[in-house]
């Protein structure tokens, strides 16, 4: 994981990778801390305590998957047009058995869909998917961050199940679409 250390960057790409350090501070507790039980499974991090839901791979490995997780705070109201900023804690146990809500975006490949915009703004969320292995173990970590153009997609266009027949940890991400991500850059 690397850091922009220049926030004045007029590169989209880059700018939508300057959260990276959020988004290092849920990755890496939950790759330490994992604790198995027979119903899910759970995870303390710093912002509070995760309860997943496993999956199954392709070849019948069984794998944690954390889904949902809020790296930024919803970037809506005065939030809307800022650069992100680190998500919030919670109280108690929070669900992570479901995925974050999309970003605003429009279906740009079926016709007749693509004047109807599906998503939320509060929509900065990754989910983690590891094996259940040695909570000791450093594993590779692979970033997936969808395509679409910056336009469309989620984290939900990866599927773990190829992936984590491997000894590896997965995170997908979705981040702001369109104009809604793009005009961060008008600031700097």
Known sequence: IFTVKDNKTSSFCFHSLQNMHSIAVVIVPILFRIVVSQNSPFVKIPQGDLKGKYFITRNGRTISGFLGIPYAEAPIGELRFKNPKSANGWEGVRKADVHGNVCPQNNLLIPHLRNITIG????????????????????????????????????????????????????????????????????N
């Open 120 to 187: 939320n703004e509060d929509c900065l969320y990754l989910d983690v998917y590891t094996p259940a292995i040695n909570n000791n173990a450093y594993l590779p970590v692979m970033v997936f961050i969808h395509g679409g153009g910056f336009f469309s997609g989620s984290s939900s266009d990866v599927n773990p199940d190829y992936f984590l027949d491997r000894d590896i940890v997965l995170v997908a991400m979705n981040y702001r679409l369109g104009a809604l991500g793009n005009t961060v850059n008008l600031h």
